[in-house]
């Protein structure tokens, strides 16, 4: 219950400095996530719960082969200049409400999948892919498939952006839901010179498309 989700959290007590649940830097074969069993995940709007699609089309509620996550910090995750990231079946605030700014910021990544995410907490963006120059020189990213998010965000439950000091390409979403987003279902934005293209929504290049993406 420690790690902050505020600004300048240098300015806080020792102790309460630190903001991110995973902070990889330069890594190669990442997975986090719950235990995967190749269902895909949806939702119920009447009992307000994410269910897993059985192969004879019933619905499974039982979640507990998610990872739970209550509190994330500023990011659950910040990756930069890491390449093949597998996050999947993950449960956000299935206890607690007190949970993240940003749950997913992929920057500078290459090989990234994104499968089976339930969230209802976060204050920014759930999944977010960019480019910047953290890293003291820029990296292009490509090759993103974002499958089965379920989220309800104070801002973006997908961003493309802001950070665009390179291009950003082949990227394949398929199957969200958007609860709630006080900004945009989807963001795409560049502002640092960096070319975005070959994005796709609801093209099956991720998988099969159970059901077509929703906002409300």
């Known amino acids: ?55 004879d089309g019933k619905r499974n509620y039982d979640s507990n082969n998610m990872l739970h996550i209550d509190q994330g910090g500023h990011f659950v995750i910040l ?11 993950t449960y956000f605030a299935y206890h607690s409400s007190k949970n993240a700014r940003d749950i997913y910021d992929f920057m500078s990544c290459n090989n990234v999948t994104v499968t089976n995410i ?23 990213a490509r090759n993103y498939k974002i499958r089965n998010i379920v989220g309800d965000t104070n801002c973006n439950l997908f961003q493309i952006g802001s950070e665009t000091a390179d291009d950003i390409q082949d990227v394949f979403i398929d199957n969200i839901y958007v609860l709630g987003s006080n900004k945009a279902g989807v963001s795409i934005s560049t502002n640092d010179g960096g070319h975005i293209k070959n ?10 498309i159970h059901s077509r993406s929703m906002m409300y």
């Open 1 to 55: 219950g420690n790690l902050a989700t505020s600004d300048k959290v240098m300015n806080n007590v020792p102790g309460r400095r630190g903001d991110k649940m995973f902070s990889l830097k330069l890594c190669t074969n990442i997975e986090i996530g719950g235990l995967d069993t190749g269902r895909d995940m949806w939702y119920d709007p009447q009992k307000d719960e994410p269910y897993y699609m059985e192969k």
């Open 79 to 89: 990756a930069t200049g890491t390449d093949n990231i597998h996050v999947h079946d």
């Open 118 to 140: 339930y969230s209802r907490v976060s204050s920014d963006d759930i999944v977010k892919l960019g480019s910047d120059c953290s890293l003291g020189f820029t990296r292009p």
């Open 199 to 208: 994005v796709f929504l609801n093209s099956g290049q991720t998988g099969t």
